[in-house]
């Protein structure tokens, strides 16, 4: 029988720091591991029981600072983390994981009109969507650099989320 074993533990936590500022952090720490032993097909490598599972990090976090001064605008930074992990199930391969920080704002202009920015990857940092090992050679699956995005948002009953 082939199985896997997952032991974590998540957390969501809120902490309303002033009454316009707010700390959001959602986490989630676990081990996933291989417990059986068995060759990969098509392949040199050997999944061995206790093997962490490929593609799996043990660390995903997300942490958010939002700023309400008041009901017609919001700012916010948030920093995205995705933990390392191995690129092949022999666990000879692996990928560091990578930390990116975004911001957003956004202000009422009508009660039912707003306007927004987005900056996504801050500080331009490369970093891969997807690693894995395939193939005899590491693969990496390029996330967005940085990227700027502005828009109005119309919504029927003008308030903002």
Known sequence: MQSSRHIGVEADIR??????????????????????????????????????VDTAPRLVANTRLSWRPNARFMAEAEWAVMGAYFTDAANDHRYGGHNLLHLRAEAALSESLSAFITVRNVTNALYAERADFAFGADRYFPGETRTVGAGLRYRRQGRMR
């Open 15 to 52: 902490l309303v720091l002033h009454e316009t500022l707010t700390l959001h952090s959602a986490l989630a720490y676990a081990r996933h591991t291989y417990r059986f032993d068995r060759p990969v097909e098509n392949a040199t490598e050997v999944i061995s029981s206790g093997n962490e």
